[in-house]
């Protein structure tokens, strides 16, 4: 507070000057907001994670006429638990499944359908697969069963 003739309040210092501030205030101001941006990360890394769900959201075991469909999630390491990776089968034998840049999960047998859940996406395929069809085994080796052709140099690779 600025001080007038007589001992009379006249206003603050600012007031004063014309409502602009001091370099000490734009200063300070300066410096609390570059301690809150440091302190930001630390405050936001102290707090607990959200639970990630019961457990109906992390595993599920059912029969969906006539497939057994089982999933679980197995976490990634050192991330929240629902940023893991689906581990499905469709009696006993894995569907691939592919998390969609929205959010939807498709399935390796329908390419083109998205899904909100990953149980959802392997009952679409099982409507797929239909009754008393299975999933095909995946071949280990190459693509093609790692057939070599006529004229591609058997066993002993390509020629030319």
């Known amino acids: 507070m600025v001080v007038g003739a007589g001992g009379v309040a006249v206003g603050t210092e600012r007031q004063v000057r014309g ?8 200063t300070r101001g300066l410096l609390a907001s570059v301690a809150a ?6 405050v936001a890394a102290s707090r607990p994670l959200p639970p990630a769900g019961s457990a109906e959201d992390r595993a599920f075991d059912e029969t969906y006429r006539g497939h057994r469909i089982q999933g679980f999630l197995v976490p990634a390491a050192a991330r929240r638990a629902d940023e893991g990776e689906w581990q499905i089968t469709v009696d006993g034998r894995p569907l691939h499944l592919m998390r969609r840049a929205d959010g ?3 399935s390796m047998v329908d390419h083109y359908t998205s899904y909100a859940t990953p149980l959802e996406a392997a009952r679409a395929a099982v ?3 239909g009754p008393g069809q299975r999933l095909r ?3 280990p080796g190459p693509v093609g069963g790692g057939h070599t052709g006529h004229g591609m140099g058997g066993a002993h690779g390509v020629r030319a």
């Open 19 to 26: 409502g602009k501030p001091s370099r000490r205030e734009v």
């Open 37 to 42: 941006l440091g302190l930001a990360p630390v």
């Open 104 to 106: 939807t999960w498709m």
């Open 127 to 129: 409507d797929e697969i």
């Open 137 to 139: 085994e995946m071949a």
